[in-house]
């Protein structure tokens, strides 16, 4: 899983820009789906925290689409989520509750809401590991 690199459609990352503009102050969460690392879904999840500091996803609703994800083929390609007061690096937080290695996860901070960037992280056993984000489609 080392040096590996994140193509991420421009359409679906300014939809998780729009997703976090629009649930600021709280943050958003969500999920990229697709094959083979390039996506071909977003599913916007409930924060049901409602929290401008955390984020958590409802079990039914992840369950849920965690299932339609599977019987369409595809897989989780990263779990994303916003940081409205904070640069787009996995808090404390994030890291502990950090549950799914094999997948990743893509931070947007609101920091700089002209631009916001958006990072890409594998979050295992503690240990965070920043993977390239390249935004476009592929090459
Ligand atoms: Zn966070």
Redesign the pocket.
Known sequence: MACEMLNIDSKYAKEMVAHALEDDPN?CCGILAGKDGETLKLYRMVNIEASPY??RMDPKELLKVYNEIDDSGSEIVAIY?S?TH?EAY??A??VRLATWPESRYI?VSLLDRENPPIRAFHIEDGTVTEEDVTIGSPA
């Open positions: 943050e955390r984020y989520h940081h904070s996995p808090s937080t994030d931070l």
